[in-house]
């Protein structure tokens, strides 16, 4: 896991109590304890940065929800633009305020990611939205030239390729093998037809 400059943990502490004080009002998280957050969002979303082979260009989450791992993505790795996309209206407001309240760079759609134009993303993540095949088939239209996906998932999930996205590497991320990191990479053909 990265170590966070003072500035960065400020932002993250910031984030964290902004998704507190929200939670019951927007049904954000049962969790109500800053040092249970924590452990259950933050830290696993910090482990994903050393499978991220890179850390500037655009990154998409999707199904952002209450910004996570998308939000603490932005805090740790400020050269990546975050595009949050998130369905219900009211999380995606949120979302906004919490970019607007941190001082984030980034972009949120209050929208289903099937339905929005080419994102032109680097970097796809996403945490427990969907089945890995229906998920790669939503990154794809969005994807450009060398991009690549960095999955948390829960359990001992198989790592095995969705069409033109295959596996790189996994990692475990706890003693008790309850989370991985799954690193996946896209060999489709860039489309020239798409606008850039």
């Known amino acids: 896991m990265i170590e966070l400059d003072p500035q960065q943990q400020e932002k993250m502490a910031l984030y964290v109590h902004e998704v507190l004080r929200f939670r019951k009002a927007l049904n954000l998280t049962s969790v109500d304890d800053e040092a249970e957050f924590y452990q259950r969002f933050i830290h696993p979303t910090l482990a994903m940065i050393p499978y991220i082979p890179r850390h500037h260009g655009r990154f998409l989450d999707i199904g952002s929800g209450m910004g996570v791992p998308g939000v603490p993505l932005m805090i740790a790795m400020p050269d990546m633009v975050g595009v949050l996309v998130e369905r219900r209206k009211k999380r995606a407001e949120?979302?906004?305020?919490?970019?607007?309240?941190?001082?984030?760079?980034?972009?949120?759609?209050?929208?289903?990611?099937?339905?929005?134009?080419?994102?032109?993303?680097?970097?796809?993540?996403?945490?427990?939205?969907?089945?890995?095949?229906?998920?790669?088939?939503?990154?794809?239209?969005?994807?450009?030239?060398?991009?690549?996906?960095?999955?948390?998932?829960?359990?001992?999930?198989?790592l095995q390729a969705h069409g033109d996205w295959k596996p790189v590497e996994h990692s475990f991320v706890d003693a008790v093998n309850t989370q991985q990191i799954q690193h996946y990479a896209w060999h489709g053909q860039e489309d020239v037809s798409r606008e850039t």
């Open 94 to 158: 949120f979302l906004r305020h919490i970019l607007r309240r941190v001082r984030l760079r980034g972009e949120v759609y209050d929208a289903d990611v099937r339905h929005l134009p080419c994102l032109n993303i680097d970097l796809f993540t996403a945490r427990a939205v969907t089945e890995p095949a229906s998920l790669f088939d939503m990154c794809t239209p969005h994807a450009n030239k060398g991009a690549v996906a960095v999955m948390p998932v829960s359990g001992t999930a198989p």
